[in-house]
Antibody, heavy 120, light 108 residues
Framework: QVQLGQSGAEVKKPGASVKVSCKAS????????IHWVRQAPGQGLEHMGW????????VSAQRFQGRLTLTTDRSTTMAYMELNRLTSDDTALYFC?????????????WGQGTLVTVSS | DTQLTQSPSFLSASVGDRVTITCRAS??????LAWYQQKPGQAPKLLIY???TLQIGVPSRFSGSGSGTEFTLTISSLQPEDFATYYC??????????FGQGTKVEIK
């Protein structure tokens, strides 16, 4: 069965970087884009960007451009989200999600989320 | 960016009620819209994609409709497990596949 397993919670200081990993299993990794979505405490969902494991193509939301790096490792079916120059506003639950296929362009499977806390 | 506005932001309903949530897009997005359900402490769950197609395994009391700029999610008979927050998401305009702000459905 399709599963996305994320790395554990992180605590970072302002100005630091964080790298969250997402292990995909149960499907053909290169056949589906991986998206990243975050949710600040008590707030709604925010789409950050996506990565195409087949071509290496990637797009990031404008507000993260220059700070966000999305990558994958096809050999280990891992996806990574690295966010630099962290501030307290980056404190959130970060999710990876798989984009569906065969006409379903929505996010059909999600990781369990990784809490990133930015605090001095 | 394409903005999505959900209404209402909050609704109080009883088990068995018919519930409708609206999502309006700031520009036309054809039928590139999805609906998700999120319960506290959990990841979102896909309910509907392509505006009206039910995801496999989702109960048939959930339905979606609309195209262009106006969309609805309907729960025909609210069940206890349906009390959650619902989000729409547009899948049309890059770079950001924006979400609506969410609609929290609580027990009356």
């Amino acid at each position: 069965q399709v599963q996305l397993g994320q790395s554990g919670a992180e605590v970072k200081k302002p100005g630091a970087s964080v790298k969250v990993s997402c292990k995909a299993s149960g499907y053909t990794f290169i056949g589906h884009y991986i998206h990243w979505v975050r949710q600040a405490p008590g707030q709604g969902l925010e789409h950050m960007g996506w990565f195409n494991p087949n071509t290496g193509g990637t797009v990031s939301a404008q507000r993260f451009q220059g700070r966000l790096t999305l990558t994958t490792d096809r050999s280990t079916t891992m996806a990574y989200m690295e966010l630099n120059r962290l501030t307290s506003d980056d404190t959130a639950l970060y999710f990876c999600a798989r984009q569906g296929g065969n006409g379903n362009y929505a996010l059909d499977y999600w990781g369990q989320g990784t809490l990133v806390t930015v605090s001095s | 960016d394409t903005q999505l506005t959900q209404s209402p932001s909050f609704l109080s309903a009883s088990v068995g009620d018919r519930v409708t949530i609206t999502c309006r897009a700031s520009q036309g997005i054809n039928t590139y819209l999805a609906w998700y359900q999120q319960k506290p402490g959990q990841a979102p769950k896909l309910l509907i994609y392509a505006a009206s197609t039910l995801q496999i395994g989702v109960p048939s009391r959930f339905s979606g409709s609309g195209s262009g700029t106006e969309f609805t999610l309907t729960i025909s008979s609210l069940q206890p497990e349906d009390f959650a927050t619902y989000y729409c998401q547009q899948l049309n305009a890059y770079p950001t596949w924006t979400f609506g702000q969410g609609t929290k459905v609580e027990i009356k």
